[in-house]
């Protein structure tokens, strides 16, 4: 089988799977963080956990564009969008936690691995190689223009909501408590609602199944969990803010 037909049939068993993970992760949240559990076997340093799961996607990205053929302005510019993104998210996010669990499963590890081969692999090969071959002028195209700006507001939210949840604990503290100010007066989980904008800016921008697979993907693994987050929340502070959502504004 050629690759073409191959990343058809890959493309579509994932886009699948975004469905079915979406399903489950509302029953049973990925087990990192507050929701580590010994029952779910066996655990790994959790700064190692997330280098492991994070540092595939630019690897793999960008070892798609070197092997090319696309090298033009356009996919430069999907590059350094990628790697500006997931170089925070592999070697700068892990040295920022503080307290809480120091382990988390490997299981959640591997799959969040699993997830980061695949969208890294899909998008790269796409973008650059397999998917419609798209000139410098796409970088005025209103959906190219619209869908980076989505992704950019989207990066800052997701940056400094999860910098105002790390700095809540001071130096040695463990535990939780209540966020607030900014965004999180409103949702509960504004780094995952950037989160999700972001890739929707870039299923925009990039104009691509594999990049609506990024966002459906995110979405099911973000929406179940901040959902899980919301809960938590309610149940652990009997003061927690009645009027805060989980994670859209007024919503949800
Ligand atoms: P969380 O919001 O659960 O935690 C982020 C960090 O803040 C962790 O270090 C956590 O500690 C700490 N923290 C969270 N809440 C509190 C609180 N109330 N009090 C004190 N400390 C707190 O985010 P995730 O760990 O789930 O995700 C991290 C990043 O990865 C996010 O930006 C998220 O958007 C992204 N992500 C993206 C996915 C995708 O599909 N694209 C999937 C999963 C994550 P602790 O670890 O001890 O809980």
Redesign the pocket.
């Known amino acids: 089988m050629s690759e073409p037909q191959t990343f058809r049939i890959v493309l579509v068993v994932w886009l699948a799977l975004a469905a079915a993970a979406f399903l489950l992760l509302l029953f049973v949240p990925?087990p990192?963080?507050?929701y580590t559990r010994k029952s779910f076997g066996p655990t790994v340093d959790?700064r190692l956990g997330w280098i492991l799961m994070e540092l595939p996607s630019p690897v793999i990205f960008a070892l798609c564009f070197a092997l090319g053929p696309r090298h033009g302005i356009l996919p430069l510019v999907w590059l350094l969008l990628w790697l500006g993104h997931y170089g925070h998210?592999a070697v700068v996010?892990p040295f920022?936690?503080?307290?809480?669990?120091q382990q988390?499963n490997l299981a959640a590890a591997l799959l969040?691995l699993f997830?980061n081969f695949a969208n890294a692999y899909l998008n790269g090969r796409y973008l650059f190689a397999l998917g419609p071959e798209r000139g410098a002028t796409w970088l005025l195209e209103p959906r190219f223009v619209a869908g980076v700006t989505l992704f950019a507001a989207g990066f800052i939210i997701?940056?400094r909501?999860?910098l105002a949840?790390?700095r809540?604990?001071g130096p040695g503290e463990?535990?939780?408590?209540?966020?607030r100010g900014g965004l999180f007066e409103i949702v509960s989980?504004p780094?995952?609602l950037?989160?999700i904008i972001e890739?929707c800016g870039w299923a925009l921008c990039t104009w691509s199944l594999p990049g609506l697979g990024?966002a459906l993907?995110?979405a099911?693994?973000?929406v179940p969990?901040a959902i899980s987050?919301h809960r938590w929340?309610r149940t652990t502070f009997t003061e927690y803010p009645r009027r805060r959502r989980a994670l859209v504004p007024f919503l949800l």
């Open positions: 990925a990192y963080g507050r959790r998210r996010f920022q936690m503080r307290g809480g669990a988390m969040g997830f997701n940056r909501a999860d949840l790390q809540l604990r463990s535990g939780y408590k209540i966020p989980c780094n995952y950037g989160e890739w990024f993907w995110t099911a693994n973000l969990r987050h929340y």
